[in-house]
T-cell receptor, first 114, second 114 residues
């Protein structure tokens, strides 16, 4: 079956530090991969996505590369800000299910200290 | 303003008392979906709808019903709520169910079943 595994949090970093949040997946086909972000008290927002192997999604300084050989989609940012404090979710949708079903990881909370 | 709205935002109820959580989107989206968010489990999909009168089960449909009589509305019905349905619920919509579409999330409904 399909599943997404994320590194456990919380992750606490100082401002301007480098961020990596690991995400690995299991899927039957060639899924589309997403990173969503949830700010306190809000719904989720799409941060970036990639739909095929070796694609790199990027937005707001965040990047993630679709690695089929390692079934990974790790999120990175070179220099985090306090405003990046949020919960980050990795997710996939599988073409074998018509892209209609979505699978989310358990979320990784990021705390950035000034 | 393009948005997904949910009502109510907070609800405390008792076991067995039927309730409905409404979801509405003003973006003319075909695809809509319901998720529940629980600590350590991330988001799990309850039901989704690909268009009017077309719905299907997600990963955790037990104890829930949905209907899609109009394109903009996708209510979630709990016929006989139980304490294990205490959770944070999110509705989401996207233009279609394709693998690259962005899902837009509502603000969430926090449900407590006593």
């Amino acid at each position: 079956g399909n599943s997404v595994t994320q590194m456990e949090g919380p992750v606490t970093l100082s401002e301007e530090a480098f961020l990596t949040i690991n995400c690995t997946y299991t899927a039957t086909g060639y899924p589309s991969l997403f990173w969503y972000v949830q700010y306190p008290g809000e719904g989720l927002q799409l941060l970036l996505k990639a739909t095929k192997a070796d694609d790199k999604g990027s937005n707001k300084g965040f990047e993630a590369t679709y690695r089929k050989e390692t079934t990974s989609f790790h999120l990175e940012k070179g220099s985090v800000q306090v405003s990046d404090s949020a919960v980050y979710f990795c997710a996939l949708s599988d073409p074998g299910e018509g892209f209609n079903k979505f699978y989310f990881g358990s979320g990784t909370k990021l705390n950035v200290k000034p | 303003e393009a948005q997904v709205t949910q009502n109510p935002r907070y609800l405390i109820t008792v076991t067995g008392k039927k309730l409905t959580v409404t979801c509405s989107q003003n973006m003319n989206h075909e695809y809509m979906s319901w998720y529940r968010q629980d600590p350590g489990l991330g988001l799990r999909q309850i039901y989704y709808s690909m268009n009017v009168e077309v719905t299907d089960k997600g990963d955790v449909p037990e104890g829930y019903k949905v209907s899609r009589k109009e394109k903009r509305n996708f209510p979630l019905i709990l016929e006989s709520p139980s304490p294990n349905q205490t959770s944070l619920y999110f509705c989401a919509s996207s233009h279609s169910g394709s693998g690259s579409d962005t899902q837009y999330f509502g603000p969430g409904t926090r449900l407590t079943v006593l």
